[in-house]
């Protein structure tokens, strides 16, 4: 899931990632194009409902591609992104729009 808080005073938007309840993981890191997919640089939070959270700031009128690793491991998509795009790896990545 994806929460989206444009900024007033500037061309950036506070994006908040939350993967989804049921991966049951020990952790989890935000990987994408805005941390040049670096799998330590954004780490996400552990929420108690078994969620993670990790929020970032993106320039506006851009789109990234981005993806879960769970575990170190586990690759998972949102299935909230705004959309999907094939990944050189097999399988899609997903998309932020902003």
Excluded: H
């Excluded at 049921?22 to 194009?33: N, Y």
């Excluded at 320039?59 to 992104?81: C, E, M, P, T, V």
């Amino acid at each position: 899931m994806l929460k989206k808080q444009y900024l007033k005073s500037k061309d950036i938007c506070k994006v908040t990632f939350y993967t989804a309840p049921e991966l049951g993981a020990e952790r989890a890191a935000l990987v994408g194009d805005f941390n040049e997919w670096s799998e330590k640089a954004t780490p996400m939070q552990a929420l108690k409902d078994g969620r993670f959270k990790a929020t970032v700031r993106l320039a506006k009128d851009s789109s990234y591609q981005f993806r879960y690793l769970i575990d170190g491991s586990d690759w998972r998509n949102d299935w909230a992104a705004d959309q999907y795009v094939p990944n050189p790896f097999s399988g899609d990545n997903s998309v932020v729009e902003v």
